[in-house]
């Protein structure tokens, strides 16, 4: 019972951590200036970037007790090299994510910090922690190819690949209240349950102080939004998705998982990746800014019949089918 009730204790630090600082956070970045407009708004009103601040230190004080828990309760240390270095990788990602969210332009539409090519190359740097502790497995279960043996393949390539490619996918996906926070909680729901029943303590732990601290946030980020994610917090979500397979050995699941994030990618590629997901508000419904489809939102959007809260909740339902199928492919 214990070995249960200590990660959940520590899941309920996290949420209180984030429940305590964002608000402090909204008022410090309005000081600042560091806000943006909110763009499906009808008066576009300028709202505070950067929600990855308060959530990371949410799952920072949760891991940090729960190791001191470990540690010195039960004297036991045995993979705790692996879960500083998953946030120690989680730290850099979003790092990376808020020195992006610092540089606003003044127009205040968005942040202009970080060109495109210097993204991956920092997110890069970030593996780093996790290739040289091997964390992992070389035997990774793959879909459609089963278990593959990949020898040092895994930690030299695959891992950096994959943190790379997570801690900039959710990125695209995003623009409108609640849905980046959202989808994370649905995704670190679902691979820490998968985690979880396969025994794998790890990636569970770590989901699950995701989890309650994204929990936390999204009362501040669902509509109408209090504060934004910004780079910071969506590229510690694609972190955090990359960390739980890589520690749980789950890769194939956090592929499964990832399908609407591909599928965006291949949407915004139609545009070169020069459309926006988000559109504009006329008579409380959202609009697409385009004719054609080039983002999952545009889906919705584009027949102008839906509010921002029923295109976030209709994509929520698409996450939701794909988090289950993980149970059965």
Not at 176 to 203: D, R, V
Not at 265 to 290: D, M, P, Q, T, V
């Amino acid at each position: 019972m214990n070995s249960l009730i200590i990660p959940l204790v520590c899941a309920l630090f996290s949420f209180l951590v984030v429940l305590y600082l964002t608000p402090w956070s909204i008022k410090y970045f309005r000081k600042i200036g560091l806000v943006v407009k909110d763009q499906n708004k009808k008066n576009k009103p300028l709202v505070p970037l950067s929600g990855g601040f308060p959530v990371l230190a949410g799952i920072f004080i949760g891991l940090n007790f729960y190791i001191f828990v470990r540690n010195f309760v039960y004297r036991d240390d045995s993979f705790l090299v692996f879960v500083f270095a998953g946030l120690s990788t989680l730290i850099m990602i979003t790092l990376v994510g808020f020195i992006d969210d610092l540089l606003i332009k003044r127009s205040k539409e968005s942040s202009s910090g970080l060109k495109q090519w210097q993204k991956p190359l920092l997110t890069l740097a970030a593996a780093i922690p996790l290739m040289v502790v091997n964390a992992g497995t070389n035997l990774v279960a793959l879909p459609f190819f089963g278990s593959v043996n990949l020898g040092l393949v895994y930690p030299l390539i695959l891992i950096p690949i994959g943190i790379v490619g997570a801690a900039n996918m959710v990125n695209m996906l995003a623009g409108f209240n609640g849905l980046e926070t959202g989808l994370g909680i649905i995704i670190t729901a679902s691979l820490g349950l998968y985690s979880f029943f396969n025994a794998n303590t790890m990636g569970s732990l770590f989901a699950l102080m995701t989890f309650s601290s994204l929990l936390a946030f999204y009362l501040f980020n669902k509509t109408p939004a209090k504060i934004l994610p910004g780079d910071s917090l969506t590229y510690l979500i694609g972190g955090s998705i990359a960390i739980i397979a890589i520690l749980g050995n789950i890769e194939k699941a956090a592929i499964i998982v990832s399908i609407p994030f591909f599928i965006e990618f291949f949407l915004k590629l139609r545009s070169n990746f020069k459309a926006h997901s988000y559109g504009y508000e006329k008579n409380g419904k959202i609009h697409s800014l385009h004719n054609k489809i080039y983002s999952i939102p545009h889906f919705f959007s584009i027949t102008g019949k839906f509010t921002e809260k029923q295109i976030v909740y209709s994509i929520f339902l698409i996450q939701i089918i794909f988090a289950l199928s993980i149970w059965i492919f």
